[in-house]
């Protein structure tokens, strides 16, 4: 008789053990939930712990509560120059209400993600469509941000999140447009290239002549030294002669007339056809000249 009283406690332990575990959920700290009856939404207001809910009649749906990012794959948008560019940007956002975030979006993330996406997109049109595109390349790019940012989180509240941050990865042209870009660029350089080699052409064309001149007038000072040396030598030497002829005129006029006869028979083959009485070969004749 024990033994029935004992299995139906047993069995009754059991079902309120898994009455009470049905009973009971837990909220993490990353987390924020809903209290659903019947698919209605009864309480969305949980703090990280455990709370109690009637089972079976009454589910929790769990969402991720972190900040989430939402990498946009990049679009065309024109600007007011009614030219294309290529934005890739990307978005941090997370759950600021999570009621609200499961009536807009039944807590799924593509759902959420393609919302998000629109929003943005009308966004980035709107404020690329009022600025060329030197200002969005390079002059305004924050402000845009900053801006973008701003009128994102306000028209995203209906979805129950909050936009943290928008930010632009990169801008591009359309490769059609890009190609157009470079080939600019392309001649802009070259065009700065030809006036830098030219510049230098120029410059080493005035080096060259400056140096040009300097050697014209090293050349005539060395050539003009030269020539005053050789000068004063001459005239020290023809000193010198005059002062040996005035000493022994004989012996000199003799001494001149044998460097002529060395340097006209240095080879041995000379041949002159000259009067027997020329005085070229006075020393011939005799020691005194005669």
């Known amino acids: 008789m ?34 659903l009856r019947l698919g209605k ?30 990498d946009a794959k990049p679009e065309h948008f024109l600007t007011s120059e009614k030219k294309f560019v290529v934005v890739d940007s990307y978005i941090k956002w ?28 009308a966004a980035l049109r709107d404020e690329f469509g009022k600025r060329t595109i030197s200002e969005v390349v390079s002059g305004e790019r924050t402000q845009i941000m900053d801006e973008l940012t701003r009128r994102a989180d306000e028209s995203s509240s209906d979805l129950g999140v909050e936009i ?24 802009e350089r070259e065009r700065v ?33 030269s020539e005053e040396i050789r000068g004063k030598g001459d005239a020290e030497a023809a000193g010198i002669y005059a002062r040996a002829f005035a000493t022994d ?12 006869y060395r340097k006209v028979f240095a080879t041995g083959s000379n041949m002159m056809v000259l009067d027997p009485d020329s005085s070229f070969f006075r020393y011939f004749k005799g020691s005194a000249g005669q």
């Open 2 to 35: 024990n033994s029935p009283k004992l299995m139906f406690a047993a069995v009754v332990a059991i079902v309120l053990l898994i009455l009470a575990s049905m009973s009971l959920f837990v909220v993490k700290e990353n987390e924020t939930a809903l209290l």
């Open 41 to 70: 939404i009864v309480d969305s207001d949980f703090k990280p712990g455990l709370h109690v809910k009637m089972p079976v009649i009454q589910t929790v749906q769990r969402f991720d509560k972190r900040l989430q990012t939402l």
């Open 94 to 121: 997370r759950i600021d209400d999570t009621a609200q975030y499961y009536r807009s979006t039944r807590g799924d993330m593509m759902t959420t993600s393609r919302l998000l996406g629109e929003r943005i997109n």
């Open 164 to 187: 943290v941050d928008v930010r632009i990865k990169r801008i591009d042209f359309p490769p059609e447009i890009s190609n157009r870009v470079y080939e600019r660029m392309r001649t």
């Open 193 to 225: 290239a030809r006036e830098l080699r030219a510049q230098g052409a120029e410059a080493a064309e005035r080096i060259r002549a400056e140096a040009d001149r300097q050697k014209t007038e090293i050349l005539a000072k060395a050539y003009r030294e």
């Open 249 to 260: 005129a004989g012996f000199y006029s003799f001494w001149r007339s044998l460097k002529a």
